[in-house]
């Protein structure tokens, strides 16, 4: 191919891929709660001491992320662990019903229902929910551990463009991996 026809090509193809929008969804596991209890309701269980450490490292894992909005379910445990989470990426939070004891079907109407303008979202929320809507979007799913952190890439402009198979699961991190890296 002559040098000119090839820069046109490769210029198109630039121009193409800066034209695909992308969204980017995070999904975040709540860390280890706290069963010392069994009289408190499980929407007001705690984060025990391990669940404690462990969003303080993914908070730290996260700092410096651009993400537009924090999804989180209303349960204590998630609440807590989001809390770090939000102070290091000084981005907005939002509490939603829908996101304790949800099914996967239930958080990908969450996930429609998202304002547009949000290119980066994190759900803060509860297994097997996460990983379901993880295998629903990506095709499969790691196990999510207490505060493991997936990231998918959704290829959509609009969030209502949100269906099976439109996503690729492009990071995943658990805790434990964390820990091995500082």
């Known amino acids: 191919m002559p040098e000119r026809a090839r820069h046109r090509s490769l210029a198109g193809t630039l121009k193409r891929s800066k034209q695909q929008k992308m969204k980017t969804l995070h999904l975040l596991r709540h860390a280890k709660s706290d069963w010392s209890e069994p009289a408190v309701a499980d929407r007001d269980r705690p984060l025990n001491r391990r669940g ?14 651009k993400v537009d909005l924090v999804v989180c379910s ?3 445990r998630a609440r807590q662990t989001a809390k770090p989470v939000v102070a290091v990426l000084g981005c907005r939070v939002q509490y939603e019903e829908a996101l304790y004891a949800a099914v996967a079907e239930r958080l990908l109407e969450v996930v429609r229902a998202l304002s547009d303008r949000d290119e980066s979202v994190m759900l803060v929320g509860h ?44 990071a995943f991190v658990t805790v434990t991996q964390l820990k091995a890296t500082s």
Do not use: F
């Open 52 to 65: 404690e450490r462990a969003r303080t490292i993914v908070a730290k894992h996260v700092a410096g992320w």
């Open 74 to 76: 209303i349960a204590r």
């Open 127 to 170: 297994n097997p929910s996460l990983e379901e809507l993880t295998a629903m979007l990506c095709g499969q799913s790691p196990k999510y551990p207490t505060a493991a952190l997936g990231t998918i890439d959704l290829s959509i402009e609009r969030w209502d463009e949100v269906s099976p198979g439109c996503g690729t699961l492009a």
